[in-house]
């Protein structure tokens, strides 16, 4: 896995976000192989009780203590069909305590694997808390992800799927970049400083059901983005609540938007009322 490139993708997102009135997103350039789509198996493959931190992961996961990860990435996945089943537990990261967040770690890294879940607990304190980079088929469900730079960050991935999780007090929420087909659902994200939830030069997503509140962008969609599908989310208390590409007409990518309450989007006319 090459370190130095999700670091700098991770980075780019951010300082992407970094002047919120004045966006403009760049697809980004990416090395991760897409494997191709495997059905989805029942593993048969044993289970690891609480793995230490740094560990990588060939097999089933139930944490049965937290994992405190100050000085290394918490789990590397090596292989497709599992789970990862936190099991109510939290696995820190180096900047947990801190005010600054400067850490290069990751919480949870899944790199060129397929079908895999990660469930039930809290990460925090990593650059990003799930990173999910030329995979297919991966599950984020029923989690708490704070106070990491990123909480989910997916890159050249398809079948991206994050629902009935809290996400608080990253810069940004959730973020996609060149990610194909994925599904944000029935989730809560709030106080995240830059964004709530961005796509850059990600096609064909659904997002929908969320409440996102307390950010710069609640949520952003680059011109580098289409066919995306945005309904029912309630979009509210943000500095901008949708935002599609800087105020793009959304017929010109192909973004749909229905049913959202929203009181402030670029361009108007995309929220319920407004």
Do not use: W
């Amino acid at each position: 896995m090459n370190r130095t490139l999700i670091t700098y993708n991770i980075l780019a997102a951010i300082i992407l976000f970094s002047a919120v009135t004045a966006i403009t997103m760049q697809p980004i350039s990416i090395n991760a192989q897409i494997q191709p789509l495997q059905q989805q198996q029942p593993s048969t493959q044993p289970l690891a009780i609480s793995p230490s931190c740094g560990q990588v992961i060939t097999q089933n996961v139930i944490l049965t203590s937290n994992l405190n990860c100050a000085e290394s990435d918490g789990l590397i996945v090596d292989t497709g069909n599992i789970v990862i089943d936190l099991n109510g537990h939290t696995i820190s990261g180096p900047d947990v305590d801190s005010d600054t967040k400067t850490s290069s770690k990751t919480g949870i890294v899944i790199p060129n694997v397929n079908n895999v879940v990660v469930q039930d607990g809290t990460i925090e304190g990593f650059q990003a808390g799930v990173l999910m980079t030329g995979s297919q088929n991966v599950e984020v469900k029923g989690m708490v992800v704070k106070n990491n730079q990123i909480g989910l960050f997916s890159t050249g991935s398809t079948i991206v799927n994050a629902h009935l999780s809290i996400i608080m007090n990253n810069q940004i929420g959730i973020a996609e970049h060149s990610t194909q087909q994925s599904t944000i659902e029935d989730n809560i994200l709030f106080q995240n400083p830059l964004a709530g939830i961005t796509l850059v030069n990600s096609d064909n997503s659904v997002i929908t059901l969320n409440s996102i509140t307390e950010s710069g962008n609640g949520l952003y969609i680059d011109n580098q983005s289409n066919q995306n599908t945005v309904n029912f989310n309630n979009v509210l208390l943000n500095t901008i609540d949708i935002n599609n590409a800087n105020g793009l007409p959304v017929n010109t990518n192909g973004n749909t938007y229905d049913q959202n309450n929203c009181m402030t989007a670029n361009p108007s006319g995309i929220c319920i009322g407004k």
